[in-house]
């Protein structure tokens, strides 16, 4: 069957194309973008019958969100995870190992933030689910994750951390690797969910992120670009770049409905499933640190909540007006867009820094 099907190709030079991570990176922009313009009105509308009031709005944070966010739906992460599904499962060479570890990942961040937003929305609480429990399911389904990567890759590189700006440097953690992997996978997924709390704010960021990975996988795993930056070459994780591709065609076609004012919210189901999907891809590439650059406005959004926490425990006194700390710069009277298109400014710039380490080696 195999050969029969080889032999048809060559006998249509057109079909050759298929070949090439490149154009089939294109097909999943395009196709996951007009599925979820598609489908995007019918999704929100179901969302919203099946939700009545919407995703509830936390009494704690500004004041003026419970006026101009109110009745919004939430699970938004379902328009972009469909679209990212139907792109990569179309598009993808779903007999690279790599592929199915990052859908894995996806699918399972997907269903522990899609029963958090449940929760919320049907008893009309924040709380949702208990973090203890969802840090725990996380660092299950990242461990896993990060055993198969070992699995598949080659040693030493597959349980190393690999430093940017040194072409050789490795450090070999053993199986100390598989922790250090679920970390990344687990913070990524967290950080980007944090940053999640204006309209707009969390996607273009993800896309941003989401077309260096999807550089630094196709760089990564073709062996001539890797050996001429000097970048540790990784077999496979070229085909990364269509999910990446993918991630960028269904952000684009939420941010549509998601630009303020957002006529519909991501959710946990979306911002936890992206980030780990990010995380992910950064574990398998051997990129782990450059993702704390590229993604450094998600790092900034965690720490912000982690020295506010933190603070005010020891000394009863809090650093910032409030955190994440999108919102204290609400309450200095920053407006929504501002935030918004500033924030999408300092993680392009924080991408270039990150990209930047490719070659300056």
Not at 108 to 119: A, E, M, S, T
Request: charged fraction near 10%; glycine fraction near 12%.
């Amino acid at each position: 069957m195999l050969q029969w099907l080889a032999q048809f190709q060559e006998s249509l030079p057109a079909l050759n194309v298929f070949r090439y991570i490149t154009f089939r990176t294109g097909g999943a922009i395009i196709t996951a973008l007009l599925f979820v313009f598609m489908f995007g009105p019918a999704i929100i509308a179901l969302l919203r019958l099946k939700q009545g009031k919407g995703q509830p709005i936390r009494t704690d944070g500004p004041q003026s969100h419970l006026l101009s966010k109110k009745g919004t739906p939430t699970m938004g992460g379902l328009m972009i995870f469909s679209g990212l599904m139907v792109a990569t499962l179309l598009w993808a060479n779903l007999s690279n190992p790599y592929v199915w570890v990052v859908l894995f990942v996806t699918i399972g961040f997907g269903l522990i933030g899609f029963y958090d937003d449940y929760l919320k929305v049907t008893k009309q609480t924040h709380a949702g689910l208990s973090g203890r429990t969802r840090l725990a399911i996380e660092a299950v389904i990242a461990g896993s994750a990060a055993v198969i990567i070992m699995h598949v890759g080659r040693e030493p590189l597959s349980s190393s951390v690999a430093f940017p700006f040194f072409k050789d440097l490795l450090l070999d953690l053993g199986w100390f690797f598989v922790i250090f992997a679920a970390f990344v996978i687990v913070a990524a997924g967290n950080a980007v969910n944090l940053t999640d709390g204006l309209d707009g704010l969390a996607i273009v960021p993800v896309m941003v992120a989401a077309g260096s990975f999807g550089l630094i996988s196709y760089l990564s795993g073709n062996v001539l670009f890797a050996d001429y930056l000097q970048i540790h070459y990784v077999a496979g994780v070229g085909e990364l770049a269509v999910i990446c591709g993918a991630i960028i065609g269904a952000g684009i076609g939420f941010l549509w409905f998601n630009a303020p004012p957002a006529q519909i919210f991501m959710g946990d189901t979306g911002s936890l499933a992206l980030g780990g999907l990010l995380g992910t891809i950064a574990v398998a590439t051997k990129h782990e640190i450059v993702l704390a650059v590229i993604g450094g406005l998600f790092v900034l959004e965690a720490v912000s909540v982690i020295v506010q926490v933190i603070s005010f425990k020891l000394t009863g006194k809090r650093v910032f007006k409030m955190a994440p700390i999108h919102h204290h710069f609400e309450q200095l009277g920053w407006t929504e867009p501002q935030i918004v298109i500033r924030f999408w400014i300092i993680a392009v710039v924080l991408a270039l820094i990150g990209l930047s380490t490719l070659k300056l080696r």
